[in-house]
């Protein structure tokens, strides 16, 4: 057992490159002292302690194979009674949902390094902005939740947070919809089954007040569709605009693309890559860490006011709790 990791790295390529980062604080704090431009990469994992459930990986009761079957315009389109209950109870648990101290020590990062620091978000459940992150400063790749677009034209609506979004979707009690989402074959089998019936017959789903046949849907991106060209163009922008010196790669497997290739574009410029997450396994673009890099392994919401304290200082949680943003 005296092999050390950079070895047992050399003779076995599937030994966790985890293990070359460094887990120290204090190392991290000497580097945070002289970066000036710093950016973060997000996922679900930053609101598992808001208690809202992650998509993969230890504690998440979507799997893989739920997202690629309720997350893409062809699940809507085979039935979107089930797409939109399944969005209905995860607005509903947003709403509910309040910031953890990793959204407010981003949100303060930010107020701390308005030119130096931008937050690059997959979560689409509103706690950030919630948490008061200076919005310039946050990119929504994955757009909001709390939009509602239409499956035919482009009309959208933005920040509506009605709860249930349509009367069509008050009548479903949270066990009746997890009844329908249940990670089993069974459930998987009827969602692929055309016989199955709707979950809600069409005629009664929220309908485009524009072009009047289109049904309104969540105004997510799925998979298959694109990013919001500007929101990239923005986070282009700023990546490009100079060397990387950290990037946070913060709750995320960083396994969904474009977003996962933004932690290679900032290692391609001079950025160390810094993982905080609850499990070192499952770390998509962001593992193959090196010398230079770190790896905290545990819940952002008690790792980020730690390892950003040098700038972002004590956060008083009372204070910041009372003065939480507007839905
Ligand atoms: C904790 C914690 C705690 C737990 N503290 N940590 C290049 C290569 C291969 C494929 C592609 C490619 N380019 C494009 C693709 C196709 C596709 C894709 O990436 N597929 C992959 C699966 C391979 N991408 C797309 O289709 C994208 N569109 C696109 O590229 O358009 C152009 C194009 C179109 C067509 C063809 C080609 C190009 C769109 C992707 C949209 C993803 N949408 C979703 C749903 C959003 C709406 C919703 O919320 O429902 O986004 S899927 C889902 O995954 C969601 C998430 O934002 C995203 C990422 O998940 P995330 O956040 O990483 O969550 P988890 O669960 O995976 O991880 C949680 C982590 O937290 C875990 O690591 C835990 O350990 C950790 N954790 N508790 C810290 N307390
Ligand atoms: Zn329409």
């Not at 000497?30 to 994992?45: D, Q």
């Not at 739920?66 to 109870?89: H, N």
């Not at 709750?251 to 900032?266: E, F, L, W």
């Amino acid at each position: 057992m005296s092999t050390s990791s950079s070895a047992q790295a050399a003779i076995n390529p599937f030994w966790p490159s985890a293990e070359m980062a460094s887990t120290s604080v204090e190392e991290f704090h000497t580097v945070l002292s002289s970066s000036t431009r710093i950016m973060a990469l997000c996922g679900a994992g930053l609101s598992a302690a808001s208690g809202l459930e992650t998509f993969r990986g230890a504690g998440g009761m979507w799997r893989n194979y739920q997202a690629t079957a309720l997350a893409t315009p062809e699940a809507f389109e085979r039935d979107p009674g089930l797409v939109w209950l399944f969005y209905s109870m995860r607005r509903h648990k947003a709403l509910q949902a309040k910031p953890n101290m990793g959204h407010y020590a981003l949100a303060e990062l930010s107020r701390k390094m308005p030119e130096g620091f931008i937050t690059l978000t997959q979560n689409v459940d509103g706690l950030s902005q919630r948490a008061n992150h200076p919005r310039p400063q946050l990119k929504l790749l994955h757009d909001s939740i709390f939009d509602i677009k239409c499956f035919d034209c482009d009309y959208r609506e933005m920040n509506n947070f009605d709860d249930p979004y349509h009367p069509s979707l008050a009548n479903h009690t949270p066990e009746e919809v997890n009844d329908r989402l249940v990670n089993t074959v069974t459930a998987r089998a009827a969602l692929l089954d055309p016989a199955t019936p709707p979950a809600i017959p069409r005629s009664e789903l929220p309908h485009c007040p524009s072009c009047k046949d289109g049904l309104l849907r969540p105004g997510v991106v799925w998979f298959g569709e694109s990013l919001p060209e500007e929101t990239l163009e923005e986070a282009d922008d700023w990546v490009n605009s100079g060397p990387i010196d950290l990037c946070l790669v913060i709750g995320t497997t960083a396994t969904v693309y474009p977003a996962a290739s933004y932690v290679d574009i900032a290692r391609s410029r001079g950025a160390r890559i810094v993982v905080i997450n609850m499990d070192r396994e499952e770390l998509g673009s962001a593992k193959n860490l090196r010398d230079g890099d770190f790896l905290f392994e545990g819940d952002a919401s008690k790792i980020l006011p730690e390892i950003l304290k040098p700038i972002i200082g004590d956060l008083d949680e009372e204070a910041l709790r009372a003065n939480e943003g507007g839905k």
